[in-house]
C-alpha cells in the first residue's frame, strides 16, 4: 500500500545501519551530545541564572535563566547536527538514527519552549497552574508528537496535501483548511511572544535601581501595549487581513467607548495619571473612602491596596483621582500616633512627664529623632488626664501594633514607680427617710411609671 512505503522505507533505513560500520559513531554522538548539552546547559543556568540577583546588569543571566529549559534540546540538536557534518569528512554517509534524534528534541524544545511561555503568560507567579492550562498542555504535547510521527513516516506530505486541497467556503470567501491552521497558528504565535516579551521586559524593569517605581510601571505597560498591537498588526498582515478595515472597527470603538464605556475608559486613563503624576506609588499607606491599605499594585485599571489584616481591596483608578485620598506616605512617611493615660491628683506631673516620655521612647519603633511630647490636657472628673503623642516612620508595618507596645511601656513604668491610674468611682446618696418593710413581709420595688 502507498500510504505505508514511507514507513517501510524508514524500517529499512534503520535496520540497514544496524550493519554499517558507522552506528557505533551514530550512536556515540548521541549519547556525547545528550550529556554535552544538557550538561552544558545546567552549567551556564547554574553559572549565570543567579547573577542577576546580586547585580544589576544581569542581562545575560537572565537570559539564561529564562531560556534555561529549551536550552538543552536545542544544545543537542546543535551537537547532532555538527556531528553529522563530522561523519560526512569521514565518509559516514548513512545516518539515520541521528536524523531520527534530531526530531525528536526539537520536538521536545517546542513543548518545553511552549510550556515556559504559558506559565510564564499566565499561570499566577509562574507557578500556579490550573486545571485547564494542564489539559491545554496535555493535548499540545499530543499533537506535537503525533506531527513528529507524521514527519518521520513521511506520512505529513500526504497530510497536508489534503488540508491544503479541502477548501471551506466562508461568506464570498473561499479558504482551506491548512490556511485557517497557518492563520491561527500565526496569531497564537505572535500574541504569546508579545505577552512573554511585556512580561519579561516588566519583571527586569522591576529589578532596575535608580528608576523611580512609578516610571517602571509605566514604561512596562506601555511597550506591553505596544507590542501586543504590533503583534495583532502582524497577525492580520499574515492571514491577509486588509488593515483598512481598522479604521471602521476603530470608529465602532469610539461609539463604544462614548456609549457604554466611559467607565472602563476613565479607569484605563486615571491609571496612566496615577503612574505619571507619581500621586501615589507601591508601597504607599494610603486610605480611599472605606478602603485603606498598603499599595501591592498599581494597574492601568485598578489599584490593589492590601490591609494590615491580609484582606486584599481592588479600587478603581477613577477613585483614586477624583476622590480625596489619605497617603501616609507621599512626601514624609512620618506619622504621629497618641494615646491617652490618667493618673491621680496627687501625682507629680513633672515627674509622671518625664516617665511617660522616657516609656515611649523605649519602644524600638518610635523615632528618636522626634522625641515623643507628653501633655496634661484636662482635669478630669477622676484624675489628670495625659496625652502621649509618638512618631514612627513604618506606617506600613500598622499603627495598633506600636500603640500596644508603648501603652505596655507605660504601663510597666506606673507600677514601677506606684503610681495609681485612677477608675471611675461614684458615690450615691440617698437624701429623705426610706419607710422600712413591714415585719415578715417581703418589700417590692415597682418602678414608676
Given at each position: 500500500m502507498p500510504q505505508q512505503?514511507?514507513?517501510?522505507?524508514?524500517?529499512?533505513?534503520?535496520?540497514?545501519?544496524?550493519?554499517?560500520?558507522?552506528?557505533?559513531?551514530?550512536?556515540?554522538?548521541?549519547?556525547?551530545?545528550?550529556?554535552i548539552g544538557f550538561g552544558l546547559a545546567r552549567l551556564l543556568k547554574k553559572r549565570y541564572g543567579r547573577q542577576e540577583a546580586h547585580t544589576h546588569s544581569g542581562v545575560l543571566g537572565f537570559g539564561v535563566e529564562s531560556f534555561g529549559r529549551v536550552m538543552a534540546p536545542l544544545a543537542v540538536i546543535s551537537l547532532l547536527a555538527l556531528s553529522r557534518v563530522i561523519l560526512a569528512k569521514f565518509h559516514y554517509t548513512h545516518v539515520n538514527w541521528i536524523k531520527i534524534a534530531m526530531p525528536i528534541f526539537g520536538s521536545l524544545a517546542?513543548?518545553?519552549?511552549?510550556?515556559?511561555?504559558?506559565?510564564?503568560?499566565?499561570?499566577?507567579?509562574?507557578?500556579?497552574?490550573?486545571?485547564?492550562?494542564?489539559?491545554?498542555?496535555?493535548?499540545?504535547?499530543?499533537?506535537?508528537?503525533?506531527?513528529?510521527?507524521l514527519y518521520i513516516t513521511g506520512l505529513w506530505v500526504d497530510v497536508f496535501a489534503f488540508m491544503d486541497g479541502t477548501v471551506l467556503p466562508i461568506g464570498k470567501y473561499k479558504v482551506t483548511i491548512a490556511d485557517i491552521l497557518q492563520a491561527t497558528a500565526s496569531v497564537i504565535v505572535l500574541l504569546m511572544l508579545a505577552l512573554w516579551a511585556g512580561a519579561a521586559l516588566e519583571e527586569w524593569l522591576m529589578k532596575?535601581?535608580?528608576?523611580?517605581?512609578?516610571?517602571?510601571?509605566?514604561?512596562?505597560?506601555?511597550?506591553?501595549?505596544?507590542?501586543?498591537?504590533?503583534?495583532?498588526?502582524?497577525?492580520?498582515?499574515?492571514?491577509?487581513?486588509?488593515?483598512?478595515?481598522?479604521?471602521?472597527?476603530?470608529?465602532?470603538?469610539?461609539?463604544?467607548?462614548?456609549?457604554?464605556?466611559?467607565?472602563?475608559?476613565?479607569?484605563?486613563?486615571?491609571?496612566?495619571?496615577?503612574?505619571?503624576d507619581r500621586s501615589l506609588t507601591i508601597g504607599d499607606m494610603i486610605t480611599v473612602d472605606k478602603y485603606s491599605g498598603r499599595v501591592t499594585q498599581i494597574n492601568t485599571r485598578y489599584t490593589v491596596l492590601q490591609g494590615l489584616d491580609g484582606m486584599e481591596s481592588i479600587v478603581p483608578n477613577e477613585m483614586l483621582v477624583s476622590g480625596a485620598v489619605?497617603?501616609?506616605?507621599?512626601?514624609?512617611?512620618?506619622?504621629?500616633?497618641?494615646?491617652k493615660v490618667s493618673v491621680a491628683y496627687d501625682t507629680d506631673v513633672d515627674m509622671v512627664i518625664q516617665l511617660l516620655t522616657?516609656?515611649?521612647?523605649?519602644?524600638?519603633?518610635?523615632?528618636?529623632?522626634?522625641?515623643?511630647?507628653?501633655?496634661?490636657?484636662?482635669?478630669?472628673?477622676?484624675?489628670?488626664?495625659?496625652?502621649?503623642?509618638?512618631?514612627?516612620?513604618?506606617?506600613?508595618?500598622?499603627?495598633?501594633?506600636?500603640?500596644?507596645?508603648?501603652?505596655?511601656?507605660?504601663w510597666r513604668a506606673l507600677k514601677e514607680h506606684n503610681i495609681s491610674v485612677p477608675f471611675p468611682?461614684?458615690?450615691?446618696?440617698?437624701?429623705?427617710?426610706?419607710?422600712?418593710?413591714?415585719?415578715?413581709?417581703?418589700?417590692?420595688?415597682?418602678?414608676?411609671?
Open positions: 512505503q514511507p514507513l517501510l522505507n524508514l524500517i529499512d533505513d534503520l535496520t540497514g545501519d544496524l550493519n554499517d560500520p558507522s552506528l557505533l559513531w551514530q550512536l556515540a554522538a548521541i549519547i556525547v551530545s545528550v550529556l517546542v513543548i518545553r519552549f511552549t510550556f515556559y511561555l504559558v506559565r510564564r503568560v499566565f499561570a499566577r507567579n509562574g507557578r500556579t497552574i490550573s486545571a485547564t492550562m494542564l489539559a491545554f498542555e496535555k493535548t499540545f504535547q499530543l499533537l506535537v508528537w503525533l506531527a513528529f510521527v532596575v535601581q535608580g528608576m523611580h517605581t512609578n516610571l517602571r510601571v509605566v514604561v512596562s505597560r506601555t511597550a506591553r501595549a505596544l507590542l501586543i498591537l504590533v503583534a495583532v498588526l502582524m497577525s492580520l498582515s499574515l492571514v491577509g487581513i486588509d488593515l483598512t478595515v481598522l479604521s471602521v472597527f476603530g470608529g465602532a470603538l469610539g461609539v463604544g467607548l462614548g456609549l457604554g464605556l466611559q467607565k472602563i475608559a476613565s479607569n484605563y486613563v486615571s491609571g496612566f495619571v496615577i503612574l505619571l489619605q497617603n501616609s506616605s507621599l512626601t514624609n512617611s512620618n506619622v504621629n500616633i497618641s494615646t522616657d516609656a515611649a521612647l523605649s519602644v524600638e519603633r518610635v523615632l528618636k529623632d522626634k522625641p515623643p511630647s507628653v501633655n496634661l490636657t484636662t482635669f478630669g472628673a477622676d484624675g489628670l488626664d495625659l496625652t502621649v503623642n509618638f512618631w514612627i516612620r513604618d506606617p506600613e508595618n500598622g499603627r495598633g501594633g506600636v500603640t500596644s507596645d508603648v501603652n505596655r511601656a507605660i468611682q461614684r458615690e450615691m446618696r440617698i437624701l429623705g427617710p426610706v419607710p422600712a418593710p413591714l415585719a415578715g413581709q417581703e418589700s417590692t420595688i415597682v418602678p414608676k411609671e
